[in-house]
Each structure stands twice: as C-alpha cells, then as structure tokens.
C-alpha cells in the first residue's frame, strides 16, 4: 500500500520498504545507521507473560535481521477499558524480560482503548551503513541457512482450539522466545560490531543477504530474497527443520489462514521435485512468529559458519544452494 503513495526522496534512507526489507534503515553519521522497525499482534498464547516475552521477541528479529544492535524500544499496547490490568501488568513485564536480554531499554510507548488486545513494540537499532544485510544480496553458489525449525503458525492453532499437547506448546513456545541475538553476533564475527559497536572488527562470514522467517512463511520470505536478489532458490525438504508436532497439526487440520494465504499467494513460484510430503508442503508457507534467520552465505564460508552457530547454541541447518536466476524461482527437492 506505501508503494501507490508518492515516493520521498532523502539521500540518508539506505532501505525502505521496495524490496519488503525487515526494516527501515537511515543514516546519520558516516560510521552509524538507524535501523527501526515496528511489529505487534494479539495473543497467542494464555500466559499473558509468555505472550509479552514472544512478541518482544518478534519485534526485535527485524533489526537482528538486518545485521543490527537493538537500542531502544518504544512499547504500543491495545487492551480493553475495562480489562485485568494485572493481565497488562504480566504482558508488560514478560516483554521487559527479554529487552534486557537483548540490551535494548523501553523508552516509553503508547496505549489506546481497545476490545482486543494486542501487544509489540516499535525498536530502534544501530549498525554500520556499509555492513547493513538486506534480501536483496544473494549470489549464485551461496549457500542457504535456517536456524529455527518451523510450525509455530499450525501449533498456535492447535492451542486456541484447545487440542495441542503441552510438548508441542513448549517446543513453539521455546522457539518463539528465543532471540536472533546469538545468531546475529555469531554472523557478525564474535566480539564484532553487533556486540561492541566496533566497526573496526571485521566479520568473519561472507553473509551476503538475510532476513527472517516470519509471517510470509518460509516460501514466502525466500521468493522476497529471490526476488530482491535476482537469483532462483533450491532447498532440499529432507533438510528442512520442523518443531515438534507441526507434522500432526498439519494432518489434523489444524491449519491458520495466514498459511493458506501464504500458499494461494506463492506457490506458484515453487516446483516440488522427487515428491516432498504434503504435511512439509503445508509447513513451507506457515506464518511464523518470531521465526528463525535464513541466511545466504558464500559456499566456502558456510560450514564454518554452520559449526559457529551451532557452537553458539543456534541449532542452524544448510536447507539449500542459490542459483542463477531462471523458472522456477524456488524448486523444493524431496532430499
């Protein structure tokens, strides 16, 4: 929709919203850009702590996505006037939780009356304007990375009917709490400028687009970087991480409209080779929260980056190669 209005010119903006980037960035100085991004939904979880733990967790991804340091957060809240304030209080706090993990301080926020509620954060983030990482850089021969497992779309539907089994709960709920953060720092070279703000220290990775896994689904995000980068995808479905249950709720049914909107809108971009299962078909366009990072990294740099992460306690998995671009944009190979 920002697309059909007329379009602002200032030499500092280094991405907009074109290329449906994760998030804005704007330098300021020659060394620091701003990065700044703004996400918020309702619940989907019970746990009103648990719910403001994961959407601070989505809202700050974006930045993590774009290869920033989250600096500060504004919080937007909608709630009911005459609702539990000790609920809002939970919410609150559980958000608050994991902006300290992240170094990232609320610096105020904004609420309105509303009968839902919905909760997130807008943040504002800093990086190096020559180190930004968009969707729009992969080469042909990188290599593709996923560091989170997906299905948390299926299985927050399974838990508003009330159907899903507390090993699945904890599985979506451990995934959608845990920060980019590692991964983030881990990409940028240990001790590199996402931790210190160091431009001085080189990366060690030849990272050459990311961006998160979120609401678009897998398909959906992977087309954006195809697109953005003029290049095609291969991703082999055997090596696809799911969480746990995600196959289950997928035969069950149990599935939210985001995925089936996801799946109308791209798979026709998408040829399946060798017969991938229909569950994985499914899961490829479920919407996630707080979803995982999928990396293009250069070919000799991507095991070393794969043993990094994964030494870092980021459970990364090579779930596919970049080609030239050519039809089909994505090809999903059964192994």
């Known amino acids: 929709m920002l697309g059909k209005l007329a379009r602002q010119h200032d030499p500092n903006v280094l991405v907009r919203f074109d290329h ?99 909760f997130g954060y807008s943040v504002t983030g800093l990086i190096d304007p020559r180190r930004v990482l968009t969707n729009s850089g992969a080469r042909p021969g990188d290599r593709l990375l996923l560091t989170k497992a997906l299905g948390t ?60 896994v979120t609401g678009f689904g897998l398909i959906g995000h992977a087309r954006e970087l195809a697109l953005g980068s003029n290049v095609s995808l291969h991703l082999h479905a055997n090596r696809i991480p799911l969480l746990e249950g995600a196959t289950d709720c997928v035969r069950a049914g149990y599935i939210p409209g985001g995925l089936k909107a996801n799946r109308e809108f791209a798979e026709c971009v998408v040829a399946y080779e060798g017969g991938p299962s229909e569950e994985l078909k499914a899961l490829l366009y479920d919407p996630q929260t707080a979803g995982g990072l999928l990396i293009s990294v250069a070919s000799e740099d991507a095991m070393s980056l794969w043993r990094a992460l994964n030494q870092a306690g980021v459970p990364a998995l090579e779930v596919g190669e970049v080609h030239p671009a050519g039809r089909p944009i994505i090809t999903v190979a059964a192994s």
Not at 94 to 104: F, P, Y
Not at 158 to 181: E, F, H, P, Q, Y
Request: charged residues 20%.
């Open 20 to 118: 449906a980037d994760d998030a804005g960035v704007y330098q300021i100085a020659p060394d620091n850009a701003l990065v700044q991004t703004v996400d918020f939904f309702t619940p989907i979880v019970d746990d009103p702590f648990t719910f403001g733990q994961i959407a601070a967790t989505n809202s700050l991804s974006d930045v993590y996505a774009m290869g920033g340091r989250p600096l500060t957060a504004l919080a937007m809240v909608c709630f009911p006037e005459k609702g539990d304030l000790e609920i809002l209080e939970r919410i609150l706090a559980g958000g608050l939780s994991k902006m300290i993990e992240a170094g990232c301080t609320i610096i105020g926020g904004h609420s309105i009356r509303d009968d839902e509620t919905k």
């Open 153 to 212: 779309g299926v299985i927050s539907t399974a838990i508003k009917k009330g159907v899903a089994k507390k090993s699945w709960i904890d599985a979506a709920v451990a995934s959608m709490t845990t920060l980019n953060k590692q991964a983030a720092e881990v990409i940028a070279g240990k001790h590199g400028y996402v931790e210190t703000g160091d431009s001085s220290v080189q990366p060690n990775f030849k990272v050459h687009a990311m961006t998160d």
